[in-house]
């Protein structure tokens, strides 16, 4: 029998293969009702811990080679292809948001995603620094 996290693991490679449609980066989807109607364009793929980065990053390069900017909606994922975008929602809050995979991290042990400051604002876990949060892959 397969274990949960080798299905999670086949899934986030399968979704790496296929091409992304493009997608309003930060939007944000605050009702159920928003969430539901957009249910078939995500494939759910980890639950796990968030945290975000800024300050002495901002401006350096990222691992896909672009400048890492604090205020557009982005993340680092250790795994997702770069450009990927994926949905995070805090599930402490309920909000969510768009962002697109930039970069590799997070480098601290139990966390699955680095969202960059905009984006941890955007889901309301920028006070808190860390949050629980499911991601999404779009399909």
């Known amino acids: ?7 999670v693991c086949l899934s986030l490679l399968l979704a790496g293969c296929a091409s992304p449609r493009p997608a309003a980066e930060g939007k944000a989807v605050s009702s159920p009702a928003s969430a539901t ?17 800024g300050g002495r990053w901002h401006g350096r390069k990222t691992a ?11 993340a680092a994922h ?10 995070v929602t805090n599930l402490g809050t309920g909000k969510s948001c768009i962002v697109r995979i930039n970069n590799r991290g997070p480098h ?11 984006a941890a604002r955007k ?3 920028y006070s808190g620094g860390l ?3 499911k991601l999404e892959v779009e399909r």
Do not use: H
């Open 1 to 7: 029998m397969k274990s949960p996290a080798l299905l």
């Open 37 to 53: 109607a957009s249910a078939g364009r995500w494939r759910a793929s980890q639950t796990g811990i968030a945290s975000w980065y």
């Open 64 to 74: 896909s080679g672009e400048r890492y900017n604090q205020n557009s909606m982005t």
């Open 78 to 87: 250790k795994k997702l292809p770069f450009n990927t975008r994926v949905r």
């Open 108 to 118: 601290v042990r139990g966390r699955i995603i680095d969202l960059s400051v905009a």
């Open 123 to 125: 889901i309301g876990s």
């Open 131 to 133: 949050s629980r949060v």
